[in-house]
Structures are given as structure tokens and as C-alpha cells.
């Protein structure tokens, strides 16, 4: 498209893939932020040892019983890429609209 022209289909897909991306990568550091507020074991850990166990949660998580990703970490990915791309499309959209009625 020519310079200035705005394309609301590539805004919507550019809003949802960069949604869905930065879901999928963000996923093992909120799992890992999930497991040390919600474990008694890394509550009561001084930095050190909650910094292993977190390293231990991660290594379990990230890896397969065959040695490869583990498809629960691939499962995680894909559902909180999806849910995280929808909802940046609906915000970006929503903040959009705004600028333009008030902008």
C-alpha cells in the first residue's frame, strides 16, 4: 500500500502474531513466577536455593521424558499464545479506535 494508507487487516494480523509471540516466549517466565509464589518449599528458600529450585522447575517443564521440548510446555505455548494474541487484537483495536474518535 502507498505510504500513510492504513491497512486494517495487516494492523489486526500484525497485533494478533505479535500477541501470540510474545505469549508463547513470555510462558516458561509466568509458569516460573506462578511455582515460586505458589510453593511452600520456594517461599521459605533463601535466594539461592529458590533460585535452584526454580532452575529445577524450568529444566522438568522445558524438557521431554524423551530429551526434546515436553509437549505440555508446547500445550502451554500454544494456549497462552492464543488467549494472549486475542487479547492484544481487542486492545489494540479498542486504543485505535479511541485515537481516532479523540485523537
Same mark, same amino acid.
Given at each position: 500500500?502507498? *505510504? ?5 487487516a *495487516?494492523?489486526? /494480523?500484525? +497485533?494478533?502474531? =505479535?500477541?501470540?509471540?510474545? &505469549? @508463547? /516466549?513470555?510462558?516458561?517466565? %509466568?509458569?516460573? $513466577?506462578? !511455582? ?8 521459605e *528458600? ?7 529450585? #526454580?532452575? &529445577? !522447575?524450568?529444566?522438568? /517443564?522445558? #524438557? &521431554? ?6 509437549p !505440555?510446555?508446547?500445550? +502451554?505455548?500454544?494456549?497462552? =499464545?492464543?488467549?494472549?494474541?486475542? @487479547?492484544?487484537?481487542? $486492545? *489494540?483495536?479498542?486504543?485505535? %479506535?479511541?485515537?481516532?474518535?479523540? =485523537?
Open positions: 500500500s502507498a *505510504a500513510g494508507v492504513v491497512n486494517p *495487516a494492523n489486526v /494480523l500484525g +497485533d494478533f502474531v =505479535g500477541g501470540v509471540t510474545m &505469549g @508463547m /516466549l513470555a510462558t516458561p517466565i %509466568s509458569q516460573a $513466577y506462578v !511455582f515460586t509464589v505458589s510453593s511452600a518449599k520456594a517461599l *528458600a533463601q535466594s539461592v536455593e529458590r533460585a535452584l529450585l #526454580v532452575g &529445577g !522447575f524450568l529444566r522438568r /517443564l522445558c #524438557v &521431554g521424558s524423551a530429551g526434546g521440548i515436553s !505440555f510446555l508446547l500445550r +502451554d505455548m500454544g494456549i497462552r =499464545g492464543s488467549y494472549t494474541g486475542l @487479547m492484544f487484537v481487542i $486492545y *489494540a483495536s479498542v486504543e485505535r %479506535s479511541v485515537f481516532t474518535l479523540f =485523537g
